[in-house]
């Protein structure tokens, strides 16, 4: 599995945690994650994500308009936080700051999609506010993007940090659901890159519907980031706590599976598998799938 470029530049900053401080982060993401199986066993469903993301995420993100505070897009999107946790930079689990993480992120993952689109137009599905392509303006100024969300709030917030920044011109946002085959914005994705980024993690009711609605659209290439329990190796007692950690909040268990089995059958082709080398805590790192429609 490769990683980003920007692995030689971190990896100089941050040095990987002691045993012990990852024995005893481990043990206690375990105890919690066990602890919400027992407890409150969630069924992700359309309604339950509405509730988290648009009505009280992204809604508390419009409100606070954090961005008006702010000198820059920069300052907006990699806010002084010092706040130390365990997070994986260049596969390596490091105790850092969470600005020093977001500041790392937004490097690696413009890197990243550097090296897969292949293209200046990219488009996110499941965009939130666009958190990502604003990040990925900082590196790549000179490319334009197109962020597509189910969640009103979501939209609303982008619209205004874009034009806050006068950005209105290379970042738009708009609606979709991703589920609804008949959903008109689908046209927007033909002959596009496309990407997701922890989007259809929590779409675990409808994961096929979902990669066959994005078939259909016939985009140039996708690339999936997303966490799972299908490629996670269970000697591993990291991947044990992210195994416990995503079926304690029902995120999605088959996207890459399934994206195997459409190769099988000749829909489509995959280009890249990779594990992804940075992630903001110890249990959710991604999986990236490169793939194109045959
Ligand atoms: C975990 S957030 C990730 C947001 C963004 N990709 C990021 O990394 O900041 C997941 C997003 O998927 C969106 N989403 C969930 N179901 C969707 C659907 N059926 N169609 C489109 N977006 C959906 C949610 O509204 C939410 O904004």
Redesign the pocket.
């Known amino acids: 599995m490769s990683t980003t470029g920007a692995n030689n530049i971190s990896l100089q900053r941050f040095a990987k945690a002691s045993l012990a401080d990852r024995a005893t982060t481990y043990a206690l993401d375990a105890v919690r994650s066990i602890g919400r199986l027992v407890m409150r066993r969630v069924k992700r469903t ?1 309604d339950v ?2 509730s988290e ?2 009505l009280l ?2 809604q508390r993100v419009l409100t606070a308009r954090a961005w008006t505070k702010t000198n820059d897009l920069s300052e907006f999107l990699i806010p002084p936080n010092t706040a130390q946790e365990l997070r994986k930079v260049d596969n390596q689990i490091c105790r850092i700051a969470a600005q020093d993480y977001y500041r790392y992120r937004a490097k690696a993952l413009g890197e990243l999609i550097a090296r897969h689109a292949d293209s200046k137009r990219i488009v ?9 392509l604003f990040s990925l303006h900082l590196d790549h100024p000179e490319w334009t993007f197109k962020g ?4 009103p709030n ?1 939209i609303a917030t982008g619209r205004e940090v874009a034009a806050h920044f006068g950005l209105s011109d290379k970042v738009a946002l708009d609606r ?5 085959a008949s959903d008109i914005n689908f046209a927007a994705i033909n002959g596009e890159v496309v990407f ?4 259809i ?3 675990p009711y ?1 994961v096929r519907k ?1 990669v066959d609605n994005i078939i259909a659209a016939r985009p140039k290439r996708v690339i999936n980031i997303e966490p799972t329990t299908e490629l996670l190796n269970l000697t591993d007692p990291r991947d044990i706590v992210s195994f416990l950690y995503i079926r304690s909040v029902d995120y999605q268990t088959q996207l890459f599976s399934t994206l195997d089995e459409y190769e099988r059958q000749g829909r489509i082709r995959i280009l890249a598998r990779e594990r992804m080398p940075f992630a903001p805590s110890i249990h959710n790192d991604g999986f990236l799938f490169c793939w194109e429609p045959t």
């Open positions: 359309a994500v509405n993301y648009n995420i992204w996110e599905l499941g965009t939130g506010y666009g958190y990502n597509f969300d189910i969640a979501g979709i659901d991703l589920t609804d997701t980024y922890f989007c993690e929590q779409i409808d979902v």
